[in-house]
C-alpha cells in the first residue's frame, strides 16, 4: 500500500482543516487505518484510527470530540476532519496502514506511511 497524505495548511486557531489520505493497491478494504502526528521536538503520537469496515474508531484524549476519522473504500481514501484547532495540534500528520485486524494506537503496528503534511495553527 503506498499512501499519500494532503489538506495540510496554516490555520488560526478555532479553525477546522480536512487531511486526505490517498492509498494505492489492492488492499486498502483489507487495511485499518491511522493518523499520527509528530509536534517539532516530539516524538510522533498516535491521533486516530479507524477499522476495514469504517464502522470501529478509535481516538485520542487530546482529539477526542473535536476530530472524525472516515474512510471510503469505494475511492481508496482516508480523511480527518479537525475542528476546533489548537495551536497545540501543529505537527506533521501522517498516514498510515496496518493489516492488523483490531484498531491498533501503537505505531509498531503499523505497516505502510505516509509522507505526511503540516499543520500548523497560529494562536
Known amino acids: 500500500v503506498q499512501l499519500q497524505a494532503s489538506g495540510g495548511g496554516l490555520v488560526q486557531a478555532g479553525a477546522s482543516l480536512r487531511l486526505s489520505c490517498a492509498a494505492s493497491?489492492?488492499?486498502?478494504?483489507?487495511?485499518?487505518m491511522g493518523w499520527f502526528r509528530q509536534a517539532p521536538g516530539k516524538e510522533r503520537e498516535f491521533v486516530a484510527a479507524?477499522?476495514?469496515?469504517?464502522?470501529?474508531?478509535a481516538y485520542a484524549d487530546s482529539v477526542k470530540g473535536r476530530c472524525t476519522i472516515s474512510r471510503d473504500n469505494a475511492k481508496s481514501t482516508v480523511s480527518l476532519q479537525m475542528n476546533s484547532l489548537k495551536p497545540e495540534d501543529t505537527a506533521v500528520y501522517y498516514c498510515?496502514?496496518?493489516?492488523?485486524?483490531?484498531?491498533?494506537?501503537?505505531?509498531?503496528?503499523?505497516?505502510?506511511w505516509g509522507q505526511g503534511t503540516l499543520v500548523t495553527v497560529s494562536s
Open positions: 479507524v477499522s476495514r469496515s469504517g464502522g470501529g474508531t
Open positions: 493497491g489492492r488492499t486498502f478494504s483489507s487495511s485499518a
Open positions: 498510515a496502514a496496518t493489516v492488523a485486524t483490531w484498531i491498533p494506537r501503537r505505531e509498531s503496528d503499523y505497516d505502510y
